[in-house]
């Protein structure tokens, strides 16, 4: 079936740096995305979101990019914290009762 | 996480016994689902409410069941609890105008 996927499994970047995680998806219909953060033993905390019909949103130090010309999503985090350290997971939405489907996730680290 | 929880937070369980986890929300929301996280994997959906009595099956439905008799409560069971089965699972909420909220989840270990 079809599904959301991540490129990369783990990313480590330098406090203050800017972290780029990537997500492909393959469903075609999807009209609407969102990005969660997961720390250790919690559930998923929603960071952005953004419709198809957009590009670009941007939030408080973070960017989501839309290319649906080949189904890819980005999340940008601008200044990498050592808080920001956690799996980050896309998600799209669909069907009639507006299912999530995850990605697989990354796990951000960011080193002192 | 406010307007959701989960209970228990952590089951210890035979292979064989049957198990009910239960998500309770005070937002009176439409929309109820249950995921299942798994090392390597991100949630995968099991089954989901889109009202009072209305349930479908998700992904990966197989093994379990669920009821939503009110619309504050939605209890997925366990028939016959197997090591597969051992993971953590999440509810989450939905009225789709206030997006989606997560419960803290449960942790399952069927031994």
């Known amino acids: 079936g079809e599904s959301v996927g991540l490129h990369l499994p783990t990313l480590s970047v330098q406090e203050g740096d800017n972290s780029i995680i990537n997500c492909a998806y393959s469903n075609s219909a999807s009209d609407y995305f969102i990005w969660y953060k997961q720390e250790s033993g919690k559930g998923p905390q929603f960071i952005i979101d953004?419709?198809?019909?957009?590009d670009k949103r941007q939030g408080q130090r973070v960017t989501v990019l839309l290319n649906k010309t080949v189904k890819h999503l980005s999340l940008q985090i601008a200044a990498t914290q050592p808080g920001d350290s956690a799996v980050y997971f896309c998600?799209?939405?669909?069907?009639?009762?507006?299912?999530?489907?995850f990605g697989s996730g990354t796990q951000l680290t960011v080193l002192p | 996480d406010a307007g959701i929880t989960q209970s228990p937070r952590h089951k210890v369980t035979e292979t064989g016994t049957p198990v009910t986890l239960r998500c309770h929300q005070t937002?009176?929301?439409?929309?109820m689902y249950w995921y299942r996280q798994d090392p390597g994997h991100g949630l995968r959906l099991i089954h989901y409410?889109?009202?009072?009595?209305?349930?479908d099956k998700g992904e990966v439905s197989d093994g379990y069941s669920v009821s939503r008799s009110k619309t504050e409560d939605f209890l997925l069971t366990l028939e016959s609890a197997t090591s597969s089965q051992t993971s953590v699972y999440f509810c989450a909420i939905s009225s789709l105008s206030y997006g989606y909220t997560f419960g803290s989840g449960t942790r399952l270990t069927v031994v």
């Open positions: 937002e009176n929301h439409r929309y």
């Open positions: 953004i419709r198809s019909n957009m």
């Open positions: 998600a799209d939405v669909s069907g009639s009762a507006r299912q999530l489907t």
């Open positions: 409410s889109y009202g009072v009595k209305d349930t």
